[in-house]
């Protein structure tokens, strides 16, 4: 019986690597403030928490059929998810982040290091599974004709929006009518420069 085995340290299972691995992405999307924002307001619809359950398990998977895949792929997923679940078109970069703690936990795990998921787990605990707060935000919404507006909301700790501050409307400028000269040749009339 050899002693030198007993010392050294039990290697995690691949059940238990694939477990922590997808603790950590659900962390790391749970940590995300722009997904809290879309849940909380349910832009996913009624179901919009379960679809980041979704988004966790379909990033497992993607690892799963490409062990292959960077933090650029992860990153493309998130991006796509919020538009297409969400209605969410995200400007800011704030999934750079996200994918790259979602590699880390990916490289940390396969090498049977749990530290970055357990750290999550209990920044998690401590909040007693309540969400990140969201603090301000620039949102970016879309209007009934699919063009996109930007908002500048500022979030309280109770999730309302300052609305005192809103931007009174402008009234549309009239057109003027197209001017048609006496040989059927409609005028171009150009912007008047002052100054």
Do not use: C, Y
């Not at 477990?19 to 307001?41: C, P, R, V, Y």
């Amino acid at each position: 019986m050899s002693t030198s085995t007993a010392a050294q340290p039990v290697a995690a299972s691949q059940a238990e690597i694939q477990d922590k691995f997808e603790q950590g992405i659900w962390h790391s999307l749970f940590n995300w403030a722009n997904l809290t924002i879309a849940i909380k307001n349910d832009w996913g619809g009624p179901d919009s928490s379960d679809k980041r359950d979704w988004l966790a398990g379909a990033i497992s998977e993607i690892f799963a059929s490409n062990p292959e895949t960077d933090a650029e792929d992860i990153e493309v997923v998130l991006l796509q998810v919020l538009e297409d679940e969400f209605g969410v078109r995200l400007e800011d970069e704030t999934e750079v982040p996200v994918a790259r703690d979602i590699i880390k936990i990916r490289k940390e795990t396969l090498e049977g290091d749990f530290s970055t998921v357990e750290e999550l787990q209990a920044k998690w605990a401590a909040r007693q599974g309540k969400e990140i707060g969201t603090g301000n935000v620039k949102v970016e919404e879309r209007d009934q004709e699919g063009e996109w507006d930007s908002v500048d909301e500022e979030s309280d700790k109770d999730g309302d929006v300052d609305m005192s501050e809103a931007p009174a409307l402008a009234a549309p400028k009239e057109k003027p009518a197209p001017e048609v000269d006496e040989d059927g040749f409609t005028k171009v009339v150009g912007k008047k420069r002052h100054g």
